[in-house]
């Protein structure tokens, strides 16, 4: 049965549009207009259109932050996915793990992205489970009132090999070089960021979990469900992505289906800063990987 660890007041939350210029040099986004709530900024993620893929100036309804995070677990690396309900577009895929950036975070992305790495991502050991840090910070634990944490373990993220082209807010320009990309039929903004997450070494029977908020009766409710850990792996064999699809329960990993299978968007090919998709096929997306670099 599922377990509710929090519940949260969406209201709470605001953010910001955006106006970006993008060159083939790079991209510069920064705030615009007045702060929005939740359902403001979902009424304005509605499809816009550009002309040139390299060079443009556009306002959006928001910016996103995604994490690639690979994995290293016994020898082999891998990358994490979660399984998302997408209300707003009606589809189930495969995901990054992801989040809106609130508009006290624009200038500082990173930070929102860690921490829906400790929102999203629950890694559960017999002894408990584990928080982490990302260089001197910790990563916050939010679900502290309802799970125990370890004290004397924690995991470590890093980042990896960031993209060819900067990314700035403002005059800020972002060290950890996301990759960057504009959805089109979203009007959003989204920075994706590279990073490593290393257990330590005397984890054993590790379990991977996902937890996701769902909005029922005004309020954004945090549920873990055990029956559905809608967290996957995908292995990597010399840092490029395999067929396989898998979960790990209590130190085994047991292969997935991927029939019928959808992945988010920031799968999708990308033109130049654009992505125009919605999703892409699973098996399309491994005959692309066949054909170009990660």
């Known amino acids: ?41 979902l009424e304005k993620r509605k499809p816009v259109t550009v002309a040139d893929s390299q060079r443009f ?6 910016l ?4 690639r995070l690979t994995l290293s677990w016994q020898g082999r690396e891998y990358w994490i996915l979660v399984r998302q309900r997408r209300a707003d577009r009606g589809d189930v895929v495969l995901k990054l793990i992801s ?5 006290h975070e624009l200038n500082l992305p990173l930070l929102t992205a860690i921490q829906e790495v400790a929102e999203e991502c629950l890694l559960e050991t017999p002894e408990g489970w584990l928080s982490g840090r990302f260089g001197d910070t910790w990563l916050p634990t939010p679900y502290q009132s309802s799970l125990r944490y370890r004290e004397t373990a924690h995991f470590s993220l890093s980042p990896l090999s960031g993209a060819a082209r900067p990314v700035q807010c403002g005059n800020l320009k972002l ?5 960057a990309y504009v959805h089109l039929p979203t009007a959003s903004l989204q920075l994706v ?8 070494k005397e984890t054993r029977q590790l379990s991977l979990l996902h937890v996701d908020e769902h909005l ?14 809608d967290l996957f792996l995908i292995p990597l064999d010399q840092g490029r992505p395999t067929a396989e699809l898998l979960t790990l ?31 892409i096929r699973w098996k399309d997306w491994m005959a692309q990987t066949q054909k170009s670099p990660t």
């Open 1 to 41: 049965m599922p377990r509710t660890l929090i519940r949260k007041d969406p209201s709470s939350f605001k953010t910001l549009q955006l106006f970006v210029e993008a060159s083939p040099e790079g991209l510069v986004y920064q705030s615009l207009g007045m702060p929005l709530n939740f359902a403001q900024m």
């Open 57 to 62: 100036a556009v306002e959006l309804a928001n």
């Open 64 to 67: 996103g932050v995604s994490v």
């Open 99 to 103: 989040g809106y950036v609130p508009a």
């Open 175 to 179: 060290l950890e070089r996301p990759r």
């Open 193 to 200: 960021y590279d990073l490593r997450l290393d257990l330590p």
């Open 216 to 229: 029922e009766d005004g309020q954004l409710i945090a549920r873990l469900n055990r029956a559905r850990p």
């Open 249 to 279: 329960k209590q130190g085994q990993l047991s292969p997935a289906s991927t029939r019928g299978l959808w992945l988010a968007e920031s799968f999708a090919p990308q033109e130049g800063w654009l992505v125009r998709e919605e999703r």
